[in-house]
């Protein structure tokens, strides 16, 4: 793993049990319990989006596992 993608990771874990679940499964992470910690690991704006990104990006990957599990 790149060292620059650790804090996402870390963020990614930490609410790894903050999944919303509709009728066909997770349909993403819960956002609220995302912000804090981004306010908590950011220093400033733009890391703040860089790392909200990379959450994101973690999430519609672990997305498409799940869908592929379910089908």
């Known amino acids: 793993m790149w060292p620059e ?3 996402a990771v870390q ?3 930490r609410v790894s049990t903050q999944w919303m679940v509709g009728m066909n499964g997770p349909t993403g992470l819960f956002y609220p319990s995302v912000y ?3 306010d908590r690991i950011a220093t400033d704006a733009a ?3 860089q790392l909200l990104d ?3 990006h973690l999430e519609r990957a672990a997305l498409s596992e799940m869908q592929k599990k379910a089908d």
Request: glycine share 0%.
């Open 5 to 7: 993608n650790w804090p």
């Open 11 to 13: 963020i990614f874990l």
């Open 36 to 38: 804090p910690l981004l």
């Open 47 to 49: 890391e703040w989006d």
């Open 54 to 56: 990379d959450v994101q």
